[in-house]
């Protein structure tokens, strides 16, 4: 049986050219609609919005808003991926300016209380209130996936914790990560909700610190 015959390579490099053009027209696509969206988000305070409202604003077609997502859902879930994204990464550039890894994870406790909590004004973080709180009720495992960057970033921390000999003895340190993030993200979201008295960074960290430190 003979082998099969290999494209010639000025073929090949020319679909592969006319690949990528199509991807960076594609990826140019989907950052007008998460910008628009963003946009409106930001006017609203809330992602009270609608899928004609963001194809209006980037002024692109509805026909292509569906090419690339499946909906109103699929948009915003992108954008929390994203912002996660981003938050982990400016969080890990935070922390890499301490040398005890207790002050590591105690910049990166304090700033993501801050970061998901409603802004002083009373405008909202509509990614980290209302639907960051309506997804982990309602899809889990896409919570699970948009929040992996942050779980990573604290799973090396406490990592960092346990080679110091400073995390609880038992505790396992992706485990201690993992109860520590929902604990600083779901207080920073409800924190004064029920009338209670508003939490602050350094009294969410005094909390978290007691619970995954020696005693």
């Not at 494209?7 to 991807?23: F, G, L, Y």
């Not at 109103?72 to 981003?86: G, N, R, V, Y």
């Not at 909202?124 to 309506?134: K, S, V």
């Not at 960092?160 to 993030?181: I, N, P, V, Y």
């Amino acid at each position: 049986m003979s082998a099969p015959i290999e494209e010639p390579a000025w073929k090949q490099r020319a679909v592969e050219r006319s690949t990528q053009a199509a991807k960076r027209r594609a990826e140019q696509r989907v950052d007008r609609f998460l910008d628009a969206a963003q946009a409106i988000m930001a006017e609203k305070g809330t992602t009270d919005f609608t899928v004609q409202e963001v194809v209006d604003r980037s002024r692109q077609s509805l026909r292509s808003f569906y090419q690339h997502f499946g909906g109103k859902h699929e948009l915003l879930l992108a954008l929390f991926e994203d912002a996660m994204s981003k938050s982990a990464e400016e969080l890990r550039a935070a922390a890499a300016h301490q040398t005890n890894p207790l002050d590591r994870l105690r910049i990166v406790v304090q700033e993501l209380f801050e970061n998901s909590r409603p802004a002083p004004s009373g405008a909202q973080r509509p990614l980290f209130t209302d639907f960051a709180l309506r997804l982990l009720v309602s899809h889990p495992a896409e919570m699970r996936v948009a929040n992996a960057p942050l779980l990573a970033l604290f799973t090396d921390l406490m990592t960092e914790l346990e080679d110091a000999s400073l995390l609880r003895s038992g505790f396992e340190a992706r485990r201690a990560a993992a109860l520590t993030m929902r604990t600083v993200m779901f207080n920073a979201q409800s924190s004064g909700q029920d009338g209670t008295h508003q939490l602050t960074a350094d009294e969410i960290w005094d909390f978290c610190a007691k619970g995954f430190t020696h005693s």
